[in-house]
């Protein structure tokens, strides 16, 4: 009945696909925490790793946002799904962003979408995973690594529940209903005093901290690891 409602109809169809799709993989991941989960998936009796337990517990059922810091390794994803699994927010997405994967320019179309022509090839409008995320978790694995403009777009993202997506003239208002989860293997209090990361991004993302030990700072829990494995 005219180009406007298709292009609104074959919107509203790719977001119900999208979505679909993330439920689904969420509902498989939801089950298998649950077989998994009084906290059984992590390993380890020492008293730093029984801290970081009780931390997850404490805060999961919260609406904060989480920074989860430690070295490649330690385990700062499945932290990340543990706190959505024990959320208000468990049968909502859980939508992973790998923030050192991709471009700039991609990543952004990957975070807020692309309106059709935004860039070469997009014949039709896509939605992007900030949207994708409503009512459930936006976990922003290597958060470092973004640059300062992206950085800022989220700020703006998240208080207000607007963006624009990548080649659009209209803000997209939205209600950004998503409890963001952010990690790093970089100290990200130097990088704002080095001027590489916002000040106010990262009073946004980090509510609350958690700090994950390397495993050389917990050495009595290895045989439980390898026992595990």
Excluded at 113 to 128: K, S
Excluded at 164 to 183: C, D, P
Excluded at 208 to 223: F, G, K, S, Y
């Amino acid at each position: 009945k005219g180009r406007l409602q298709i292009d609104e109809l074959e919107l509203r169809i790719q977001r119900a696909l999208r979505r679909s799709k993330l439920e689904t993989e969420n509902e498989q991941l939801h089950q298998r925490l649950e077989q998994r989960f009084g906290m059984t998936s992590f390993i380890g009796e020492t008293p730093v790793i029984r801290e970081v337990f009780e931390q997850i517990q404490q805060i999961g059922p919260s609406t904060a946002t989480v920074l989860i810091t430690g070295e490649s390794g330690t385990g700062k994803e499945l932290v990340a799904k543990a706190i959505h699994q024990l959320s208000r927010r468990a049968r909502g997405p859980l939508v992973t962003v790998n923030c050192a994967a991709l471009p700039e320019g991609i990543l952004e179309a990957e975070l807020f979408g692309v309106e059709r022509g935004g860039l070469p090839g997009a014949d039709q409008r896509t939605i992007g995973l900030v949207e994708l995320a409503a009512g459930g978790t936006l976990y922003l694995d290597n958060v470092g690594e973004l640059d300062l403009e992206l950085q800022a777009k989220l700020v703006r993202a998240l208080e207000s529940g607007s963006f624009y997506r990548v080649g659009g003239t209209q803000r997209v208002q939205v209600n950004v209903n998503v409890r963001v989860v952010a990690s790093s293997t970089r100290d990200l209090a130097r990088m704002v005093q080095a001027g590489t990361f916002r000040d106010d991004f990262l009073h946004r993302i980090n509510t609350i901290h958690i700090a994950l030990p390397a495993l050389r700072e917990r050495i009595v829990d290895v045989p439980l690891l390898a026992t595990h494995f």
